[in-house]
């Protein structure tokens, strides 16, 4: 069993940075990868940000990149998403999630929010204009 939990969102205003954070409740060598989703008032959970734990490799969604970026402290045992230039489109509840499925996929395969075993309690980002 994998307990994750997620800290760091809040209100901001458009144009600001928010750092969220997720901790593992195991080591996060025994997890294959971590992922950011969100899910917006009225809308599907959709793919935000993700990482293959072996390697490091790093996936986003089209409205992430070049304005988020995860990362991880392994002796944390802690992955972050950095979000910068936060628009009002960015609002909805960030979870975080840990898949345990070690194998070879494709880049797809992280965007895929069923491929995940775990998932965190959620943290809200609301963004104001």
């Known amino acids: 069993q994998v307990q994750l939990v997620e800290s760091g969102g809040g209100l901001v205003q458009a144009g600001d940075s928010v750092r969220l954070s997720c901790v593992a409740s195991v080591r996060t060598f025994r997890l294959y990868a971590m992922g950011w989703f969100r899910q917006a008032p009225g809308k599907e959970r959709e793919f935000v940000s993700a990482m293959k734990w072996s390697t490091g490799s790093t996936y986003y969604a089209d409205s992430a990149k070049g304005r988020f970026t995860i990362s991880r402290d392994n002796a944390k045992n802690t992955v972050y998403l950095q979000m910068n230039s936060l628009q009002p489109e960015d609002t909805a509840v960030y979870y975080c999630?840990?898949?345990?499925?070690?194998?070879?996929?494709?880049?797809?395969?992280?965007?895929?929010?069923?491929?995940?075993?775990?998932w965190g309690q959620g943290t809200q980002v609301t963004v104001s204009s």
């Open positions: 999630a840990a898949d345990t499925n070690f194998g070879h996929y494709s880049s797809a395969y992280y965007a895929t929010s069923r491929e995940y075993d775990y």
